[in-house]
C-alpha cells in the first residue's frame, strides 16, 4: 500500500492510535473483572468514550466529560492531589 501523502494522519498516527486503543481495551476488562465500573473516575471515562462517538470537536469533548463544570470556587481544597475526573455531578 502506497501512503497517499507524507502528512497523511492515518499514516503518521494510526499505530499509535491502535496501540493505545488495545490499551483502553486492557484498562475496560480489568476494571470490569475487578467489580469497580462504579467508580466515578471509571464513569467520567465511559462519558469521554462517549463524546467521541456524539460530537464532532472530540477533544474538547473528552476534555469536558473530565472536568468540573462549576463556575464558584470552593472554599478550600479536600484532597492533595488531582484525580483526573470531576466526583460531582452536572
Known amino acids: 500500500m502506497k501512503p497517499s501523502s507524507p502528512q497523511n494522519p492515518v499514516d503518521l498516527y494510526f499505530m499509535d492510535a491502535r496501540s493505545k ?10 476494571v470490569g473483572k475487578d467489580g469497580l465500573a462504579d467508580d ?23 476534555l469536558k466529560a473530565f472536568s468540573d463544570p462549576t463556575t464558584e470556587p470552593i472554599p478550600q481544597a479536600t484532597t492533595k492531589a488531582a484525580c483526573g475526573a470531576w466526583p460531582g455531578e452536572a
Not at 466515578?40 to 473528552?62: E, H, I
Open 40 to 62: 466515578f473516575r471509571y464513569q467520567a471515562f465511559l462519558n469521554a468514550l462517549q463524546a467521541l462517538q456524539q460530537d464532532s470537536q472530540r477533544a474538547q469533548a473528552v
Open 21 to 30: 486503543l488495545i490499551d483502553i481495551a486492557a484498562f475496560m476488562d480489568r
